[in-house]
C-alpha cells in the first residue's frame, strides 16, 4: 500500500525532505517506523527505537500500535517543549 509520510523538524533536517510517497507493506505504525529505521543512515539515527519520536496518522497524534491503511498519510515529530 501506498502511504505519505510528512518529516517535521529536526526529523526533517536530519533526512533532507519533508516529505516522500512509500509503498510498504508495514501493517502498523510500529512496523512502518520499523522499516525506515532498517534503511539505515539518517533514517536509523533519526527514528532508531530508543529515540522519543511522535507519530501521528491522518493528523491525529496515534499510538505506534495504530493500523495503517491505503493512502493514509503519517507524520514524524520530535517531542515538543513549550517556553
Keep these: ?5 510528512r518529516y517535521f523538524a529536526s526529523i526533517r533536517e536530519a ?3 519533508g516529505s ?10 510500529a512496523a512502518l517506523r520499523a522499516e525506515l529505521v532498517s ?8 527514528l ?13 497524534m496515534s499510538d505506534e500500535a495504530a493500523s495503517l491503511t491505503e493512502g ?4 514524524f515529530f520530535p517531542p515538543v517543549t513549550g517556553g
Design 20 to 29: 516522500e510517497t512509500l509503498d510498504t507493506q508495514a501493517g502498523t505504525l
Design 1 to 5: 500500500m501506498k502511504v505519505q509520510l
Design 72 to 75: 493514509a498519510e503519517v507524520g
Design 48 to 60: 532508531a527505537p530508543g529515540r522519543s519520536v511522535r507519530v501521528a496518522l491522518n493528523q491525529t
Design 39 to 46: 534503511r539505515g543512515g539518517a533514517y536509523a539515527d533519526a
Design 15 to 17: 533526512l533532507g525532505t
